[in-house]
């Protein structure tokens, strides 16, 4: 029996923090920052003057606070214009009257209860069905979705727009604050045993932190014949650099998805693949940040190099110029990855990149050159993702 195993970036399914879905990404980085730097100084058991007056500059970034004809004001608009809104359950924390500056009232956590959240908007309709369109015409048995919002999310698109393709809809929560996870659909073709969250896993390079900016939960299948498969889901640290260098913490997350990988190994597994968003492409024949998976050391097969791999091009891309997957798909736009135990690797008949549903770089005006895309797909916001999806098809 073939199975087909994918992954895919869908970006978020229903709805996304608004900081998430603008069309130039760089216009949400100020208030995805200000967001992190508020609920981290929120967190502080005591706050500074300079503390107050940082978390009242997050909060005008996140357009909680707006400057008016009188100074700055509380947003009457909070719910319609804001990046975020502030929510004071118990006590108080800000102190905003009418006719003066707002100011922090609380002396320290234990004054309030309360967080500042990102605000969400519904995904553009054409955007969400083209989505639906990609794994509907993929058809995988096997698909890892990163940046899922959560299980009720997955389930609802599962039944709302997919038909009930899936027999299993699974999501453990990760550590981005934003809700953007991995998650794993599967049709009633496999069995899914266990679930195993690495979501806990300490940085050790950073004491109190946790590793994985979201998590790698490592999944067992019960396959048709009776063989099990392990799925390591991915979604490593992003490229933004609003947070200092990415890639040193990236290395140390491959670094650790290959101690998994090797003690799965060690216990007897042999079918084991590791897959998701990586977030870094090639340089070359390097893969900075990800030689612990992909490197010359490396015992997992890389499913872009396998000989079977044959479906890598765009049907526009006669000479070969884009064997990416995010974006404009250039070789260091490869970011999405399927790594295969060698086991498994022996068991892959065909695999590809699918970009029907990819425009490109959101700001293009034109069709993509080097692939065809849906014919509802007519601008960047339409596009189901702004990644392809990857896959292999695997004889079990």
């Known amino acids: 029996m073939t199975l087909r195993l994918a992954t895919f970036n869908v970006e978020n399914l229903f709805a996304r923090a608004k900081a998430l879905d603008t069309e130039d990404r760089e216009q949400g980085q100020p208030a995805l920052s200000a967001f992190e730097t508020f609920n981290r100084i929120a967190a502080d058991p005591v706050y500074s003057d300079q503390d107050k007056a940082d978390m009242i500059t997050a909060l005008t ?62 995904v553009d309709e054409t955007s969400t069905r083209m989505t639906a369109k990609v794994i509907q015409d993929l058809a995988p048995d096997m698909l890892c979705v990163v940046e899922a919002e959560n299980r009720p999310a997955l389930a609802r698109f599962n039944d709302e727009l997919l038909g009930g393709r899936f027999a299993h809809c699974m999501l453990v929560d990760g550590n981005d604050p934003r809700g953007i996870d991995v998650g794993l659909f599967c049709t009633d073709k496999v069995k899914v045993r266990w679930v195993r969250s690495n979501v806990d896993v300490p940085d050790p390079k950073r ?40 890639d040193p913490l990236r290395t140390r997350q491959s670094q650790e998805v290959r101690a998994i990988y090797d003690g799965l190994r060690a216990e007897g597994a042999e079918f ?40 890598l091009w765009g049907d526009k891309d006669d000479d070969h110029e884009r064997p990416g997957s995010f974006q404009s798909c250039s070789l260091k736009n490869r970011l999405d990855y399927i790594l295969l135990s060698p086991p498994l690797a ?30 509802e797909i007519t601008a960047g916001r339409h596009g189901a993702s702004d990644h392809g999806a990857v896959w292999v098809d695997l004889d079990l």
């Open 61 to 122: 970034t996140l357009r909680v606070l707006v400057e008016t004809d009188q100074g700055l004001r509380l947003n009457p608009n909070q719910f319609d214009n804001a990046w975020a809104l502030l929510r004071e359950n118990r006590g108080d924390f800000l102190a905003a009257p009418a006719n003066a500056p707002p100011r922090v009232v609380a002396n320290g956590r234990g004054d309030w209860l309360g967080w500042v959240e990102l605000t969400v908007e519904p």
């Open 207 to 246: 004491k109190g932190k946790r590793l994985f900016s979201r998590d790698c939960p490592v999944y067992q299948l019960r396959l048709p014949g009776g063989e099990d498969l392990f799925l390591l889901l991915n979604h490593l640290k992003s490229q933004s650099f609003s947070s200092g260098d990415p």
């Open 346 to 375: 022996d068991r892959v008949v065909d695999g590809g990149v699918f970009r029907r549903g990819l425009w490109g770089t959101p700001s293009n005006k034109t069709k993509p050159k080097f692939w065809t895309v849906y014919d």
């Open 272 to 311: 084991v693949a590791v897959l998701g968003d990586l977030n870094k492409g090639p340089d070359g024949d390097r893969h900075p940040t990800l030689e612990a998976l992909i490197g010359p050391d490396s015992p997992l097969v890389d499913a872009y190099g396998h000989e079977n791999f044959a479906q």
